[in-house]
């Protein structure tokens, strides 16, 4: 069974400066993906950043970046330039590609981010 | 705005009530996704449809919900006889499914349930 681990209930962070939220996965597949979500307190869930299994390279998207430690299965969100509006809930989420779990994405129990002046 | 919406964005019921809500994706969108988020959780997987297919159930969908695509665009969620356990945030994603990806799910802004 897939399961995904955020250790830090809560992390506060001065704005301007960067910030990284943990992740750590279990899975038995080799093939899979690993995503982060921004949750802002009117509730909907943004897409932030996508890194599969296989891909060589961390991915980054802007200001966030994903740090994809495979033999640790880490991957944690590293936001760079904090900005007032980055303060939300921030989920990791994993989907697998095997034959019948394709088809959900698993998540942790997120990071409560505060960003302060 | 073409991205996913759910309706109603809040509802408050009795206990025992039958509820019904309704998920709008990205119009180009195959794939449609329910998930239920408590409190302080992570959202968990409920189910998932391909067109007008249902392909995957969680252990989390007892008898008493139900979910349809009929056409293979919008989709209901049908919760019976609501119980105070079932109060929660509903939400709904969809997804282009193609070889190779795009995988990212986009996800509609809930809908929260409050069972009194």
């Known amino acids: 069974a897939q399961k995904i681990t955020q250790t830090q209930p809560g992390m506060f962070v001065q704005e301007k400066e960067a910030v990284t939220l943990d992740c750590t996965y279990d899975?038995?597949?080799?093939?899979?993906?690993l995503f982060w979500y921004k949750q802002p307190s009117s509730g909907e869930m943004i897409f932030l950043i996508y890194?599969?299994?296989?891909?060589?390279q961390n991915a980054t998207e802007g200001r966030y970046s994903l740090n994809f430690q495979k033999a640790r299965k880490s991957a944690n969100l590293v936001i760079s330039a904090s900005q007032l509006g980055d303060s939300a809930m921030y989920f990791c989420?994993?989907?697998?590609?095997?034959?019948?779990?394709?088809?959900?994405?698993?998540f942790g129990t997120g990071t409560q981010l505060k960003v302060e002046l | 705005d073409t991205g996913v919406s759910q309706d109603p964005r809040h509802k408050i019921t009795k206990r025992g009530q039958n509820v019904t809500f309704r998920c709008d994706p990205i119009?180009?969108?195959?794939?449609l996704y329910w998930y239920r988020q408590t409190l302080g959780q992570g959202p968990e997987f409920l189910t998932y449809?391909?067109?007008?297919?249902?392909?995957?159930k969680s252990r989390l969908l007892s008898d008493r919900f139900s979910a349809e695509r009929p056409k293979g665009s919008f989709s209901t969620l049908e919760i019976q006889r609501t119980e105070q356990g079932d109060s929660a945030m509903y939400l709904c994603?969809?997804?282009?499914?193609?070889?190779?990806?795009?995988?990212?799910?986009?996800f509609g802004p809930g809908t929260r349930l409050l069972v009194l």
């Open positions: 994603a969809s997804s282009l499914a193609l070889a190779g990806g795009p995988w990212d799910q986009y």
């Open positions: 899975t038995s597949d080799q093939s899979y993906g």
């Open positions: 890194q599969g299994s296989y891909d060589e």
């Open positions: 989420a994993m989907r697998d590609f095997s034959t019948g779990g394709e088809n959900k994405l698993t």
């Open positions: 119009s180009e969108h195959n794939r």
């Open positions: 449809f391909q067109n007008e297919a249902q392909l995957e």
